[in-house]
């Protein structure tokens, strides 16, 4: 038998669904203007950090606020396959946009999503954030860091420690 404090406990706490749809509404809305598809590709072996939680995290919530986007996810298995990292949207007019992923964030990834097709409510709730000093998306200034750090790694540039 469940005693009354515990039945209080679990009628207060947020359920498993309502915290799913908490996450999938927060802001900004994800909403795509002239977008009919979303394709993702990348090395199922050697995925960067950023393509792997831009897909767990943020393409639920580009679904949730475009039901109608045909959404297309292309993990490649196979290891002597050069494949490139990358994000390809089609407009309704046919044109694509193509945006590479390797060695970004998944802030990076969604940013330059939302700057191509979000539109103007994407344009003014960026200007309300810049006016107030806060930054986009959670973790945005974190990864501006690291990406940089990468960079600089490639290039040889970074001194030894």
Known sequence: MVSAAARKALREAPSKLSQVVQ?????PHLRLFGVTSLAVRYDAKRVSPGTRHFVKDALPRLRWANPELAIDV?????????????????????????FQVNKKWSTTILREIMDTAGGD?????????HEEGLPLLPGEDKAARM???????????ESES
């Open 23 to 27: 996450h999938l509404e927060q802001k």
């Open 74 to 98: 292309e993990r490649v298995f196979k290891a002597e396959e050069s494949v490139k990292q990358s994000i390809m949207l089609t407009y309704d007019t046919g044109t694509t946009r193509s």
């Open 121 to 129: 409510p994407w344009r003014e709730y960026k200007q309300r954030q």
């Open 147 to 157: 990406e940089a750090h990468w960079k600089r790694q490639s290039t040889g540039t």
